[in-house]
């Protein structure tokens, strides 16, 4: 089945601690993107890659970083330099650029304690 | 001012009632527009995917864009419990522009 995986589905962390979330596309699809969901805020978008090897910031990139060296794959770290990582994290893929439909995993919510 | 608006609700209608949800937009550089269902802890998925103004069918699911008052509507008939999701509007400018979202709509569709 075509899809995207986001694993894992929950993740406790202490405060201070990077940790890294994982995102995989089997779609073929060329874009990536991340996004952070927060109660009455609809999607923020984090980074995101057009192009293996490349990536851009998107709207709240600070204390978050990301590497894009598969097409299949683009993780993300939340590190200690975020200050409020308690959310719901989505990735999201399309083909072949940003005008086009996006198709989301199932998310990771990230409690940060 | 949000970029895009969107009424958080809750919405709540009896089964099989029509639903109208609508979102705002101050950005005339928008032309494609989308629909996203998203069921409590799920990721959103894809509803309705339109391209500038008119109407869009697919089964009980009508998305309508009028650019001209910077409006969009999705309209569910026959309305089921199922329907019962967050409904969120997204749109963008076109290749190399972001994709811009609502915060969404609670909709409870009580049986």
């Known amino acids: 089945d075509g899809g995207i995986t986001q694993s894992p589905k929950y993740l406790f962390r202490k405060e201070g601690q990077n940790v890294t979330l994982s995102c995989e596309q089997n779609l073929n699809h060329d874009a990536m993107y991340w996004y952070r969901q927060d109660p009455g805020q609809g999607l923020r978008l984090i980074y995101y890659s057009q192009i293996v090897n490349d990536f851009q910031k998107g709207d709240i990139a600070e204390g978050y970083s990301v590497s894009r060296e598969k097409k299949e794959s683009f993780p993300l770290t939340v590190t200690s330099a975020q200050k409020n990582p308690t959310a719901f994290y989505l990735c999201a893929s399309s083909s072949p650029g940003l005008a086009d439909e996006q198709y989301f995993g199932p998310g990771t919510r990230l409690t940060v304690t | 001012q949000k970029e895009v608006e969107q009424d958080p609700g809750p919405l709540s209608v009896p089964e099989g009632a029509i639903v109208s949800l609508n979102c705002t937009y101050s950005n005339s550089a928008f032309q494609y527009f989308m629909w996203y269902r998203q069921y409590s802890r799920k990721g959103p998925e894809l509803l309705m995917y339109?391209?500038?103004?008119g109407n869009k069918e697919d089964g009980r699911f009508t998305a309508q864009v009028d650019k001209s008052s910077k409006y969009i509507s999705l309209f569910i008939r026959d309305s089921q419990p199922s329907d019962s999701a967050t409904y969120l509007c997204?749109?963008?400018?076109?290749?190399?522009?972001?994709?811009?979202f609502g915060a969404g709509t609670i909709l409870r569709v009580k049986s």
């Open positions: 997204a749109m963008s400018a076109g290749y190399g522009n972001k994709l811009v």
């Open positions: 339109t391209y500038s103004s």
